[in-house]
C-alpha cells in the first residue's frame, strides 16, 4: 500500500523568509501524482501545487516551488517570501489510482 | 472558479440516529469521492464513485456507510447508525477526469453525541 510521511509536525517561518516542508513517499508504481494541500483554520482543503511524476521538471506556482526527487521518493514544498496568510496546515497527497493518499500534515506558523 | 458544495456545514446527531450528509459535485465532474478528518488527524480516503457505482472504498467505509447519486446532481453519504468515533470532518470531493485535479467542498462538521 502506498503511504505518505511528513516528518515534520510543525514548523516555523519568520515572515519574508523562506521555509521547506518534507514529505517522502513509497510506491511501487512508475507514473503518479503528487500534491500539496493546504489547510486553514477553516479546515478547507486547498490546492497549493501539483506534480506529475513522469515529468523532470519541478512544479512552481508563483512563491510555492517544489523539489521532485523520484529515485528518493521525495517531494519537498518551498514557500519563499512567506506571508502571514501562508500559516496553514500543510497535507503532502499521494495519488494512488484514483484516490488521493494524505500525510498527517505539518502545522506552518509564520511570525511577524 | 467552480466549486462542490457541501450541506449542512455543521450536524449535530445523538448516538444511534442516521445522518445523511449531501454534496453537490462540480456539475462536469465523472469521480466523487468522500474523505473524512477527525479533528487533529489526516485526511482519510473513505470511498470513490464512479459510472453510478462504488469504485473503491477504504476499511472504515464499513456496512454502516452507504453513498448514492440520486438524481444526477447530488452525491450523498449516509451513516446508518452513529457512533461517537464518527464524529468528524467529512469531505466531499470532485474530479472531472483521471488526469484532472480533485476539488473538494468546505466539509461537514458531523458531531456525534
Known amino acids: 500500500a502506498q503511504t505518505v510521511t511528513q516528518s515534520q509536525p510543525e514548523m516555523s517561518v519568520q515572515e519574508a523568509e523562506t521555509v521547506t516542508l518534507s514529505c517522502t513517499y513509497d510506491t511501487s508504481e512508475s507514473d503518479y501524482y503528487l500534491f500539496w494541500y493546504k489547510q486553514p483554520p477553516s479546515r478547507q482543503m486547498i490546492l497549493v501545487i501539483r506534480?506529475?511524476?513522469?515529468?523532470?521538471q519541478n512544479a512552481t506556482e508563483n512563491r510555492f516551488s517544489v523539489n521532485f526527487q523520484k529515485a528518493a521518493k521525495s517531494f519537498s514544498l518551498k514557500i519563499s517570501d512567506s506571508q502571514l496568510g501562508d500559516a496553514a496546515m500543510y497535507f503532502c497527497?499521494?495519488?494512488?489510482?484514483?484516490?488521493?493518499?494524505f500525510g498527517a500534515g505539518t502545522i506552518l506558523r509564520v511570525k511577524s | 472558479e467552480p466549486e462542490v458544495t457541501q450541506t449542512p456545514s455543521h450536524q449535530v446527531t445523538q448516538m444511534g440516529q442516521e445522518v445523511i450528509l449531501r454534496c453537490v459535485p462540480i456539475?462536469?465532474?465523472?469521480?466523487f469521492y468522500w474523505y473524512r478528518q477527525i479533528l487533529g488527524q489526516k485526511v482519510e480516503f473513505l470511498v470513490s464513485?464512479?459510472?453510478?457505482?462504488?469504485?473503491?472504498k477504504s476499511e472504515i467505509f464499513d456496512d454502516q456507510f452507504s453513498v448514492e447519486r440520486p438524481d444526477g446532481s447530488n452525491f450523498t453519504l449516509k451513516i446508518r447508525s452513529t457512533k461517537l468515533e464518527d464524529s468528524a470532518m467529512y469531505f466531499c470531493?470532485?474530479?472531472?477526469?483521471?488526469?484532472?485535479?480533485?476539488?473538494f467542498g468546505s466539509g461537514t462538521q458531523l458531531s456525534v453525541l
Open positions: 464513485f464512479y459510472n453510478n457505482e462504488i469504485s473503491e
Open positions: 497527497a499521494y495519488r494512488s489510482g484514483n484516490k488521493l493518499v
Open positions: 470531493a470532485s474530479l472531472e477526469g483521471y488526469y484532472e485535479k480533485l476539488f
Open positions: 456539475s462536469n465532474h465523472l469521480y
Open positions: 506534480q506529475e511524476a513522469y515529468k523532470q
